[in-house]
Nanobody
């Protein structure tokens, strides 16, 4: 069982930055692939970024060049640095840990980009 707690969301203006954090419980954090997803009102949950257990990263096209995912296995934490935020980035952001067919989700943190 893995518990995930996101933090760092908030209200920012377009062009500003935020850093989200996701703290995980459990002893085998390093084995999990860690993802960030987001869900805007009326939309389906969509993939944002991934940091695999082997250290590689993947991004949705919509955030490439603006968002950076990183993980600190010693702290059981994954981060999402979000720069040059746009109003269309407004959503609830969810952290997810998965290992083969097992997937866990956090409760989400709200990010609102508005002037």
């Amino acid at each position: 069982q893995v518990q995930l707690v996101e933090s760092g969301g908030g209200l920012v203006q377009p062009g500003e930055s935020l850093r989200l954090s996701c703290a995980a419980s459990g002893r085998i954090f390093s084995l999990y692939n860690m993802d960030w997803y987001r869900q805007a009102p009326g939309n389906e949950r969509e993939f944002v970024a991934q940091a695999t257990s082997s250290g590689s990263t993947n991004y949705a096209d919509s955030v490439k060049g603006r968002f950076t995912i990183s993980r600190d296995n010693a702290r059981n934490t994954v981060y999402l640095q979000m720069n040059s935020l746009k109003p269309e980035d407004t959503a609830v952001y969810y952290c997810s840990a998965h290992y083969y067919t097992v997937r866990y989700w956090g409760q989400g943190t709200q990010v609102t980009v508005s002037s």
